[in-house]
């Protein structure tokens, strides 16, 4: 193995108003491995890389690249150093193809100065086969699912023959089938001697595929190591500073009279006859893979869609959902799976994140009660340990765990009784998600219901009282706590139990 | 930069002391513009800009599209934008116009009608809710765009405009309704005092009514603010209503002021008023934007309107400033937004 390095950033520094996202920090990685680099949201890891590839200008420090000192200002400059990046947020446009989302901005061009769409299709399929990616460069990309439009975004990726790839949390949209393809994929990159710097939150992968590993505390370097002298624990301790216990505290609840029952809920080809019932105190997950319908049923049942049949009874009343507001008036709550379409008003202030949902509760006769409000947003703050400089801090200044704190906090103004929660820790390091458990579990003890998405096979087995399994739109299955194991709900979720 | 200290708490405090500073400076950095235009303009006309009466002059002349540049920051804030509101202003001063007019008038729109001044007063509000109420409809019932829609009232409510009054002035009009105006209360020019109570009206509407955080919370992320339980149809027809609202009573006091109802009033407004209100800071961005910005940013316009007259330079060359004005004041916005 080489022993110089293909990349030395050495003493970088970078604030934000209010904020030091990076304080003297340093990262060394050597040719033909994989370098992961871990820590909890707001550790300062994609800010590193932003700074690496020149989305962002460091304050000091300096970046060696391939011998090089270099300074960039513009992401194109990265690129023809040869550093490319997987953004943890995917961008692709929707309306063109496959192979135009992978070589946009550098397009074959025939003798004519045209695009050659020919041969860029052509040069896809040649990536494609190279790589074993079972993709069609022809379709138009809305047409994919998430998963496989992460691939697309790797595939790009690879198609610069970078030196160095940055991937950023690659994984958390896509299935363990394809999770196996980019890691066979990663390996053949390092043996060809390109650097991979794997940005993760999962523990499992990272010491499957990584040689070394660095962690990055509140903006500061903590260590670096091989990654075989380390283990998760140590890891874990790394990351937060502190020994973590319990990952998954569901306490004992009482459970109680049924709350909510769905009754034969029908829409499109993602909800089909679901039918189930959710008691107070209950956690009740719903499990299955990705697009297997499980975020369509809760957004049915919230009236995000309209079900085209079926009923929905709270307290044993049935309750009319055409929007939202109806499924709020019932005392129904939905904490949604992708944090930045559907939650965060990332441009408002922390106070109007949180009270987007409850403010009639706080403005009587239409008018702002605003020191009950800053009284409730403080108390919110404090019992969530949410972490901001001010309330009246912008929502996207905060790191993703502290986001989604605000916005559970947004539904707890409320004042629900069923509580459903989409991916509730995706995205967020392992100190917030720890907190996110402790919140969910404590409002199950108090007596809410609450129905619980999540594609994290720990978390559902750690916090569910009781799992139901969707396969393609339909339930596959229900599990009790007592009986439920991770293959019980793989075969149930692939919808192989038919033998069972 | 060769004195900074080790210790990392120091950095750190001095660092964001330092950075609120500039955030300070950047919040208020159009008040800053407007004093500077006015030092300079004062200099450069020999003084006879910052004359009492002058300021007056500048301030009376600018309530109109203030008026409407405080209900453009609520449109503008949830993306929207109503390029019909110069259009509105012309309907509601020839309709208005028409139920003021005396028996002296030569051309009468209806002969015989003698109504009290407040039923013309609230014919010009009440056309100017309606047609934005009508905006509000193709926007969140047929869910047409906003530019769209409101592009067609652009041309449609002039149209009305025109055949309303034959497309001729209804003039002649009664002296209760002329005083909207040219009276004045306490020497404060009636006009100002109407954008004043509007101004702070509005404020209080966007900052401490639930319409309001409302208006913030679809600009923000419409998306996350229907899930949150927002009716966000009727918020923004409600916003549609009120600018339509505005945009009649600019045209009572425009119509007042010249004594006429004329379809030609408010020509081209709506680009005063939309110019008003993004050098006021509301952003084409989403829910980011101030009342207090708009007025100010109505301010500049009429100051520059003003102070350009008093240098005698073209019209011309004040349309030419007034675009570059414009112009800069994006490209601030975008660098505070970035």
């Not at chain 2, 899930?227 to 339509?244: A, E, H, K, Q």
């Not at chain 2, 004005?325 to 490209?331: E, H, R």
């Amino acid at each position: 193995m080489a022993d110089e390095y293909i990349l030395r950033m050495s003493n970088i520094t970078k604030t934000f108003p209010g904020v030091v996202a990076l304080n003297d920090v340093h990262l060394d990685v050597r040719p033909g491995t994989v370098h992961a680099l871990v820590g909890e949201n707001g550790a300062g890891k994609s800010t590193l890389m932003k700074v690496l590839i020149g989305m962002y200008q460091k304050d000091s420090g300096t970046v060696v690249f391939d011998g090089q000192e270099v300074d960039l200002h513009e992401t194109a400059e990265g690129l023809d150093l040869g550093i490319s990046m997987i953004h943890q947020e995917l961008a692709p446009v929707p309306e063109m193809t496959v192979a135009e989302n992978i070589y946009l901005g550098r397009e074959p061009l025939n003798g004519l100065r045209l695009v050659d769409k020919a041969l860029m299709r052509r040069m896809a399929q040649e990536l494609f086969d190279e790589w074993s990616i079972p993709l069609d460069p022809a379709v138009q990309m809305k047409k994919l699912t998430v998963a496989s439009m992460q691939l697309v975004e790797i595939a790009k990726a690879i198609s610069y023959d970078a030196k160095a790839i940055i991937m950023d949390e690659p994984t958390s949209a896509i299935t363990d089938r394809e999770v196996d393809l980019l890691f066979t994929m990663i390996r053949r990159l390092r043996d060809r001697g390109t650097a991979i710097i794997y940005i993760s939150h999962k523990m499992d992968e990272i010491f499957k595929i990584s040689d070394e590993i660095t962690v990055f505390r509140d903006g500061q370097w903590v260590l670096t190591e091989p990654a075989s002298s380390l283990d998760i624990p140590a890891l874990i301790t790394a990351m937060v500073g502190r020994e973590l216990t319990h990952m998954f505290p569901k306490e004992e609840a009482e459970i109680g009279d049924v709350l909510l029952e769905v009754r034969n809920l029908n829409r499109g080809p993602l909800v089909k006859d679901v039918s189930f019932t959710l008691r107070k105190g209950e956690i009740l997950g719903l499990a299955g893979l990705v697009g297997a319908g499980r975020t369509e049923v809760l957004e049915t049942i919230f009236g995000v869609h309209r079900a085209e049949s079926g009923q929905i009874l709270v307290d044993g009343e049935r309750v009319d959902v055409h929007e939202p507001r109806d499924a709020i008036a019932a005392g129904m709550a939905l904490l949604t799976e992708d944090r930045r379409a559907t939650g965060i008003m990332g441009v408002l202030s922390v106070r109007d994140n949180m009270f987007a949902a409850a403010l009639p509760r706080y403005s009587p006769g239409g008018m702002v009660d605003r020191k009950r409000i800053d009284r409730a947003a403080e108390e919110q703050r404090t019992a969530l340990a949410i972490k901001t400089p001010s309330l009246d801090q912008l929502i996207k200044n905060l790191s993703g765990g502290n986001q989604q704190k605000v916005l559970v906090s947004r539904w707890l103004l409320t004042m629900p009784d069923i509580l459903m929660i989409d991916e509730p820790t995706r995205g967020i390091d392992v100190g917030a998600k720890s907190e996110i458990h402790r919140i969910i579990s404590t409002l199950a003890k108090e007596g809410k219901a609450v129905l619980m998405v999540s594609s994290e096979m720990p978390e559902i087995l750690g916090m569910s009282d009781r799992i139901l399994v969707m396969h393609e739109g339909e339930v596959t299955g229900e599990v009790s706590r007592a009986e439920a194991t991770q293959d019980k709900i793989m075969q149930l979720a692939t919808g192989t139990d038919a033998a069972a | 930069m060769s004195t900074t200290t080790n210790a990392p708490q120091d950095s750190a405090t001095a660092i964001t002391s330092r950075f609120n500073w500039g955030e300070l400076a950047r919040k208020y950095l159009i008040i800053l513009i407007l004093i500077g235009l006015i030092v300079l303009l004062t200099i450069f006309t020999g003084g006879s800009f910052i004359k009492t009466q002058n300021l007056i002059n500048v301030v009376r002349q600018v309530s109109a599209i203030g008026i409407i540049a405080c209900g453009m920051t609520f449109v503008i804030i949830t993306l929207g934008i109503d390029l019909s509101v110069g259009a509105t202003v012309a309907v509601a001063a020839v309709v208005s116009a028409s139920l003021a007019q005396t028996d002296q008038a030569s051309v009468i729109k209806f002969p015989g009608l003698d109504l009290p001044v407040v039923v013309a007063v609230a014919a010009a509000l009440g056309v100017g809710a309606l047609l934005g109420l009508l905006n509000g409809l193709l926007i969140t019932k047929a869910r047409i765009a906003p530019f769209i829609a409101t592009l067609g009232g652009f041309t449609a409510y002039r149209g009305i405009a025109y055949i309303y009054s034959d497309g001729r002035p209804i003039s002649t009009l009664k002296d209760g309704f002329n005083w909207f105006g040219q009276g004045d209360v306490l020497g404060i020019p009636v006009p100002i005092i109407l954008f004043a109570l509007v101004a702070v009206i509005a404020s209080i509407l966007l900052n401490r009514t639930r319409f309001g955080r409302y208006t913030y919370a679809i600009g923000g992320n419409d998306q996350a603010a229907r899930v949150s339980g927002i009716n966000i149809d009727r918020v923004r027809l409600g916003i549609y209503t009120f600018v339509g609202l505005l945009a009649g009573l600019a045209g009572l006091i425009l119509a007042a002021r010249i004594g006429s109802g004329n379809p030609t009033l408010g020509t081209q407004m709506e680009l005063d008023v939309i110019a008003a209100t993004v050098i006021g800071g509301t952003s084409f961005v989403g829910g980011i934007g101030t009342i207090w910005g708009s007025v100010v940013g109505a301010l500049i316009i009429g100051t520059i309107n003003n102070g350009l007259d008093l240098l005698n330079v073209s019209p011309f060359w004040q349309m030419v400033v007034k675009g570059a004005i414009i112009v800069v004041a994006i490209i601030i916005d975008e660098r505070k937004n970035r």
